[in-house]
């Protein structure tokens, strides 16, 4: 193989890499969706957390991502009232209010 073919191999495969990392759905933001409702752990529970009222959901993002151990938030959308969860968050109550749940990446 030439060079030249190689580099073009090599930029193919770069860029079907690029392609698939893009599918994957975790935002680059460092959280990840995990559905409509408030956060819940595995007993059902909403597990430790702290209240913040009339904050952004990129301000609730921020504090989750300034404290270590904060696993997830949980957001009201039309209230702006934002919820630190520090306890393994494993899935949301589902539709019927106004509040979205995001596991944390990283």
Do not use: W
Not at 87 to 94: F, H, Q
Request: aromatic share 4%.
């Amino acid at each position: 193989m030439t060079s030249h073919k190689r580099s073009t191999a090599t930029i193919l495969v770069c860029l079907t890499l690029l392609s698939a990392l893009a599918a994957i759905p975790a935002a680059a933001d460092g959280f990840r969706l995990i559905g409509a409702g408030g956060c819940r752990t595995a007993d059902g529970g909403a597990g430790k957390i702290d209240r913040h009222r009339n904050v952004s959901l990129e301000q609730c993002k921020v504090m989750c991502l300034g404290v270590d151990r904060c696993k997830a938030i949980e957001f009201n959308t039309k209230r702006g009232n934002c919820e630190v969860h520090y306890d393994n968050i494993v899935r949301s109550t589902g539709p019927g209010g106004d509040a979205v749940c995001f596991r944390r990446t990283y």
